[in-house]
Antibody
Framework: EVQLVESGGGLVQPGGSLRLSCAASGFTFSSYWMSWVRQAPGKGLEWVATIKQDGSEKYYVDSVKGRFTISRDNAKNSLSLQMNSLRAEDTAVYYCATYGLHTGASDIWGQGTMVTVSS | DIQMTQSPSSVSASVGDRVTITCRASQGISSWLAWYQQKPGKAPRLLIY???SLQSGVPSRFSGSRSGTDFTLTISSLQPEDFATYYCQQANSFPLTFGGGTKVEIK
């Protein structure tokens, strides 16, 4: 079964750090670009970051540049998002998803993990 | 950054109705546009990519089209399972950007 499973969400204080993970199975993870997309409570979708198959290219939304780092371990079929200097506005459900370079679309999504930044 | 303006923000419709949702890009994006469906508490589901290509497994009542920088998602005959929120997303350049969403509600 093709699957992405996120973990690592939780409650963190402003200024704190959190590391999200995404475990891939059922497809050739190393062949795919991968993305993180978030959704604040009651709000729309916001793209966060994307990484190339070999990790050599990474792209971020301006609001997280310098604070978040996307990375991957193809040997472990795993995607990560290291989040530092967290702010209240980072509170959201975080989804990992494939990114099709030739389609520009994400056809496989995880179920999401909730991150709450609050004191 | 490319802005995606989606309209309407909500629409009330009945089963069997034809529903049209529009997304306008702030600059040319060729056909680098995708449409997603999202139900409450669930992850988004890809419906359409490259403006008009139907994702595998998606019913043929969904279709997409492009006219310049205007993109349209059409549901030809609304079914009960289609009540959801729909988003467009451009992939012409990073940062990728989504439209604000259209909630399709039961009339």
């Amino acid at each position: 079964e093709v699957q992405l499973v996120e973990s690592g969400g939780g409650l963190v204080q402003p200024g704190g750090s959190l590391r999200l993970s995404c475990a891939a199975s059922g497809f050739t993870f190393s062949s795919y670009w991968m993305s993180w997309v978030r959704q604040a409570p009651g709000k729309g979708l916001e793209w966060v970051a994307t990484i190339k198959q070999d990790g050599s290219e990474k792209y971020y939304v301006d609001s997280v540049k310098g604070r978040f780092t996307i990375s991957r371990d193809n040997a472990k079929n795993s995607l990560s998002l290291q989040m530092n200097s967290l702010r209240a506005e980072d509170t959201a459900v975080y989804y990992c998803a494939t990114y099709g370079l030739h389609t520009g679309a994400s056809d496989i999504w995880g179920q999401g993990t909730m991150v709450t930044v609050s004191s | 950054d490319i802005q995606m303006t989606q309209s309407p923000s909500s629409v009330s419709a009945s089963v069997g109705d034809r529903v049209t949702i529009t997304c306008r890009a702030s600059q040319g994006i060729s056909s680098w546009l995708a449409w997603y469906q999202q139900k409450p508490g669930k992850a988004p589901r890809l419906l359409i990519y490259a403006a008009s290509s139907l994702q595998s497994g998606v019913p043929s009542r969904f279709s997409g089209s492009r006219s310049g920088t205007d993109f349209t998602l059409t549901i030809s005959s609304l079914q009960p399972e289609d009540f959801a929120t729909y988003y467009c997303q451009q992939a012409n350049s990073f940062p990728l950007t989504f439209g604000g969403g259209t909630k399709v509600e039961i009339k």
